[in-house]
């Protein structure tokens, strides 16, 4: 079983949907990470938390340790999100989910 | 300009040869990374460094080699390139372990 779960594997979404990833993961940590990774491969961190919510525009991530699962929502989703979300988790190194591919259409 | 850069975006090298990929960064980030990415798994830690000459194995070391001579520099080596070995190499740096990460553009490389 991998230590990082996302899902779902792929999301399809219209413009304008609420859009929610989900991350859970099986061991302590002392810090989570979103990325996102485009179409073109590049990797971009998006935020890193270790308690409560933060906010960044129409992203939204949210943790609860003592679950050990986190969200990344996305408000009014656009084709420009169309991208690859990973969720990383800090144990001594970080720990990397396998990604959410999301494809959002006109 | 500011940042962190990697070459070459693309390799194409046979079985057997020895390739190096280049990773720099300018900020003075004491931390530097290198993953790989394959379909299937999430990115996976090659080798890490700390600061200079200081360097450590992660999850998958086997096959390759790092060295870390200058703070700015991390470049992997692939000591004998095999086919299992293609794959997307992404280096990385961080201020510290518990400060964000940024990664570079990644390196494409397919070995025939």
């Known amino acids: 079983k991998n230590e990082v779960e996302q899902s779902p594997q792929n999301l399809t979404a219209q413009e304008g949907e609420f859009i929610t990833i989900n991350c859970s993961y099986s061991?302590?940590?002392?810090?989570l990470h979103w990325l996102q990774q485009h179409p073109g491969g590049g990797i971009v961190s998006l935020f890193m938390?270790?308690?409560g919510k933060k906010k960044h525009g129409r992203l939204i991530a949210t943790i609860n340790i003592q679950e050990k699962h986190s969200s990344l929502h996305i408000t009014a989703s656009h084709p420009r999100d169309s991208a690859v979300y990973i969720c990383?988790?800090?144990?001594?190194?970080?720990?990397f989910g396998t990604g959410t591919r999301l494809q959002v259409f006109p | 300009d500011a940042g962190i850069t990697q070459s070459p975006r693309y390799k194409i090298t046979e079985t057997g040869r020895q390739v190096t990929l280049m990773c720099h960064q300018t900020?003075?980030?004491?931390?530097m990374f290198w993953y790989r990415q394959d379909l299937g798994h999430g990115l996976r830690l090659i080798y890490y460094?700390?600061?200079?000459?200081?360097?450590d194995k992660g999850e998958v070391p086997d096959g390759y080699v790092v060295s870390r001579s200058k703070t700015e520099n991390f470049p992997l080596t692939l000591e004998s390139a095999t086919r299992s070995q293609t794959s997307v190499y992404f280096c990385?740096?961080?201020?510290?372990?518990?400060?964000?990460?940024?990664f570079g553009s990644g390196t494409r490389l397919t070995v025939v």
């Open positions: 990385a740096s961080s201020e510290s372990i518990g400060r964000g990460y940024t």
């Open positions: 061991v302590g940590i002392s810090a």
């Open positions: 938390l270790s308690s």
């Open positions: 990383a988790v800090r144990v001594d190194k970080l720990i």
């Open positions: 900020w003075s980030h004491s931390y």
């Open positions: 460094s700390a600061a200079a000459d200081i360097t």
